[in-house]
């Protein structure tokens, strides 16, 4: 599992709320990262279980074409606005993709899950009890000001995030390491706690990105969690070349980036120009698409992708619709319940309301069908949670104790409601919502609204932001028409993606769609940072505040597995668990990625499972772009 960090190096523009998902399955066997006879493991690079698919010589990566040209620009859409080009700021709206100008020290790839190899970092070595980690620095690894990055560098970046990181972030990693050191210029060392798991620590002080220590100290107003359009210098391939506020950012490719030859690089970074252009919502930028204001568009709008694509331009052959297969496990997006309210303390409450939701209606009538019904956090994997636990999964299960409820334990693993996709208002659930209201203390009174005892209505606002696609939109409305129906309290409110953003990150909601959750085929840190606990009352990846002692329990048992087999276990208890505690009401998703783009971008015949990758390995073909402007088809 990819640790939960301040942001991502690379973020789809169709996913930024997504910035810290969490990759998928774990790719087995080659190489092992062998320990010496003093204990000591060294190694150009990192994994938990010490397999690496890559050996220390590896030329490239293997999903990638590594003659790929460079050159030409990828133009891309973003909805709503930003007022920020500080990417880790806890207030205000970053600007898209400010993170590819930072580099880590490690990296994962995209063809495995939980296997990392150096960028800043030349080697690593560690102890067998991971007590430690040291951190070989290149040296020839060079900000964009021509300054060397040191371990001074790394360690002043590390204490960064701790002070004036999202809180989420910074006691996770505060808690996990004690010491954080550089030995020389170009070696740093991390202590960490003997109290914690010996999960995701490598990884994640390893890939924090590293920023110029005196960049930062040369002003005092240089902050990590404040706003700003001023950034900070980076090591990374590209660097910001203009912007214009809420219309428009470009970056541009570093012919002095210092790791282009990279093993990790090569076939990488092809692009000239990676510029983003903004529209108010979706509509606009689907037109915008249409006339050519940008290149390349992952959609995520099953209404669109069925009905929309018939313009001259494609008909024409001058854009290419593209479905490719996503091997990842999809988003457990979906409404998800303010579990800091009062109202949905009852679960019995929440599968009342969950009841309302006609996933088959919304699917047949404005996603064209495409949708597919999820269940499960790790739908469609190995690791998803079928029937009554058995075998490996029980017995971990059982060696919890107490803290597991006996029906978690011989129940089949919970799924959702089917509707009648004929109707939005299925009246058979809306009866059986009804009658589970009725018997947790709510039945209709005054107004013909459900109250409690004391006269309080049953309250559901969901605030939504206006950038979003009109079938997400249609889709959380008409849910507050059929809550409405039954007695609820029920609203749906469309507000600015500013003043969304803002009331996300202070859980002003009763309920509202997110897809803020990430699926995992890994345990680590970040397992907690979302669904423990410990930093529930404010994480910004637990949009439902969840904390469950039944969750902890299984999060920190999965820790402690030691070989595949018993992670699995574990993992898959984590899926029943998660669905038993019914914080999200599932909805559908799609198990293709939907690209559209101007026919002259190609991509590696042997895509990783795990990434699209149009922004990080995709090239243009330079015969295709002049055909295409030849034509007058490109702006």
């Known amino acids: 599992m990819k640790p939960l960090l301040p942001a991502m190096r690379f973020t789809g523009i169709h996913s930024w709320t997504a910035a810290l998902g969490i990759s998928a ?5 080659g190489i092992q990262a062998s320990a010496s006879e003093d204990g000591i493991t060294r190694s150009h690079g990192y994994s938990y279980f010490g397999n690496l698919d890559y050996p220390a010589d590896y030329p490239h990566l293997n999903y990638v074409n590594p003659d790929a040209p460079k050159g030409g620009e990828l133009s891309l859409a973003g909805s709503g606005t930003f007022d920020s080009l500080n990417p880790y700021s806890r207030k205000g709206r970053a600007g898209a993709l400010t993170t590819i100008q930072y580099d880590p020290l490690i990296e994962s790839t995209s063809d495995s899950v939980g296997q990392y190899y150096g960028v800043v970092a030349e080697s690593m ?3 067998e009890g991971r ?41 996770a990693v505060g808690r996990m390491v004690t010491g954080a050191e550089a030995l020389d210029d170009h070696t740093v060392k991390f202590t960490f706690s003997p109290d914690v798991t010996r999960r995701g620590l490598i990884e994640t002080v390893g ?82 698409f249409k006339a050519g204001e940008y290149t390349m568009r992952v959609e995520s709008d099953p209404k669109q992708w069925a009905s929309s694509y018939d313009f001259p331009k494609l008909d024409e052959g001058y854009v290419v619709q593209d479905e490719i ?9 979906g409404f998800v319940f303010n579990l800091g309210k009062p109202q949905f303390a009852d679960k019995n409450v929440r599968k009342a309301l969950a009841l309302a939701f006609n996933f088959e209606w919304a699917n047949e009538s404005l996603m064209f069908g495409l949708n597919k019904p999820r269940n499960s956090f790790v739908q469609g994997t190995h690791l998803e949670a079928t029937g009554a636990p058995e075998g490996a999964e029980l017995a971990f299960l059982e060696t919890l104790g107490d803290v597991v409820p006996a029906e978690v334990l011989s129940e089949p693993a919970l799924v959702v409601h089917e509707s009648n996709p004929a109707r939005l208002n299925d009246r058979r659930n809306l009866r059986k919502a009804s009658k589970l209201l009725d018997e947790a203390g709510w039945p209709v009174g005054e107004g013909n609204l459900r109250r409690n005892s004391e006269g309080q209505t049953l309250k559901v606002n969901i605030p939504y932001a206006s950038s979003i696609p009109t079938s997400t939109s249609t889709m959380i409305e008409t849910y507050v028409q059929n809550l409405q ?29 997110s897809n803020r959750y990430g699926s995992f085929l890994s345990t680590g840190g970040g397992l907690s940072q979302m669904y423990g606990s410990e930093e529930a009352a404010f994480s910004l990846f637990n ?25 699995d276990a574990a993992l898959m208890a984590l899926d029943r668990v998660l669905r038993y505690e019914f914080f999200v009401i599932p909805d559908g998703y799609v198990a293709d990625y939907w690209t559209a783009y101007y026919d002259m971008y ?34």
């Open 125 to 127: 070595e560690y102890d």
């Open 25 to 29: 399955a774990v790719v087995f066997g």
């Open 543 to 567: 949009p439902a505040g969840l904390a469950s002692p039944l969750v902890d329990a299984v999060i920190e048992a999965s820790f402690d597995t030691t070989n595949q087999a018993e992670q």
């Open 131 to 171: 007590n430690y980690v040291i951190f070989h620095l290149r040296p020839e690894a060079m900000f964009w000001d021509e300054t060397p990055v040191t371990a001074e560098d790394v360690v002043y970046s590390h204490r960064l995030f701790i002070k004036q990181g999202l809180p989420s972030y910074a006691q």
């Open 485 to 513: 129906s039954i007695g609820v309290d029920a609203s749906a409110e469309k507000v600015d993606p500013s003043q969304f953003t803002l009331r996300r990150r202070e859980r002003d909601y009763d309920m509202v769609y």
């Open 602 to 635: 190609e991509y590696p015949e042997n895509l990783p499972p795990f990434s699209l990758g149009y922004l990080d390995f995709w090239w243009i073909n330079p015969e295709k772009e002049a055909d295409l402007k030849a034509k007058g088809a490109l702006r």
């Open 207 to 288: 890939s924090t990105p590293v920023f110029s220590k005196a960049w930062f100290e040369a002003d005092e107003n240089r902050r990590l969690d404040e706003p700003r359009l001023e950034v900070a210098v980076g090591s990374g391939p590209y660097k910001l070349d203009s912007y214009d506020i809420n219309r428009r950012i470009v970056y541009k490719r570093r012919d002095d980036y210092w790791g282009k030859d990279l093993p990790i690089n090569v076939g990488r970074n092809n692009y000239d120009i990676i510029r983003i252009e903004y529209f108010a919502d979706q509509t606009a930028a689907f037109e915008g």
């Open 325 to 333: 297969v996503d091997g990842s496990p999809p988003t457990p997006s």
